[in-house]
């Protein structure tokens, strides 16, 4: 079954601290992940996609095929990182949809 | 650019009526909308996918005559909760993308429908 599992619900670091926000997938194909963030009283909003391997807001995810992980690392991190991170995945890759299967994501909390 | 809004943002009914839920793509044309369901400190849950002008693909375990999804146009879904129950009650949230070339979602903002 296709799944993707955030383990940590919460992450609380202080600020200029290395972040880690952990994702694994269960997917037997070539999936095409994603990290989309949802700010305090905003909407939902793509960070950043496996497939672009671009540093967004300091932010870095790589894929992991072998360990099926799509990890989101920022090196020093900032108060206005604060806010609801999940990781997705969309089984169809290349395909004529783009749905996309949630984790049940992590609230980063950065402490001043 | 790429703005989705939903309408209402908050509705309350009572049991056993139905209640619209409006999702537009206010600068773009929409392909394909999505609609999402989210529990309290819970994922969001795909719960069906729509094209414009044809029938809305439903996830497994979503009852398609309870959720009536309507994609009059390229801007325009609509969600429709019928005869609602309180186990009802929850945060629906809907996105668009721009077309098979385009990988991203944009999102609503969400509507919470308290069923009383």
């Known amino acids: 079954a296709q799944r993707v599992t955030q383990p940590e619900k919460l992450l609380s670091v202080f600020k200029g601290a290395p972040v880690e926000l952990k994702c694994n997938y269960s997917?037997?194909?070539?999936?095409?992940l994603f990290w989309y963030v949802q700010y305090s009283r905003q909407r939902l909003q793509l960070l950043l996609r496996h497939i672009s391997r671009e540093s967004i807001k300091g932010f870095t995810a790589d894929l992991n095929k072998g360990e099926t992980s799509f990890h989101l690392k920022k090196p020093f991190a900032q108060e206005e990182d604060s806010a609801m991170y999940y990781c997705?995945?969309?089984?169809?890759?290349?395909?004529?949809?783009?749905?996309?299967?949630f984790g049940t994501g992590t609230l980063l909390a950065v402490q001043p | 650019g790429a703005v989705v809004s939903q309408h209402p943002s908050r509705v309350i009914c009572k049991s056993g009526t139905s209640v619209k839920i409006e999702c537009r793509s206010l600068?773009?044309?929409?392909?394909?909308m999505f609609w999402y369901r989210q529990f309290p400190k819970q994922s969001l849950m795909l719960m069906a996918t729509?094209?414009?002008?044809?029938?809305?693909?439903?996830e497994q375990g979503v009852e398609k005559d309870k959720f009536l999804i309507n994609h009059a146009s390229l801007t325009l879904s609509t969600l429709t909760v019928t005869s609602a129950h309180p186990e009802d009650s929850s945060f629906y949230i809907c996105?668009?993308?721009?077309?098979?070339?385009?990988?991203?979602?944009?999102f609503g903002p969400g509507t919470r429908l308290t069923v009383t």
């Open positions: 997705a995945l969309n089984p169809y890759y290349g395909g004529a949809t783009n749905k996309l299967i």
């Open positions: 997917y037997s194909g070539s999936p095409e």
């Open positions: 600068d773009f044309q929409a392909t394909t």
């Open positions: 729509s094209n414009e002008g044809s029938k809305a693909t439903y």
């Open positions: 996105s668009a993308d721009r077309g098979t070339d385009s990988y991203e979602q944009y």
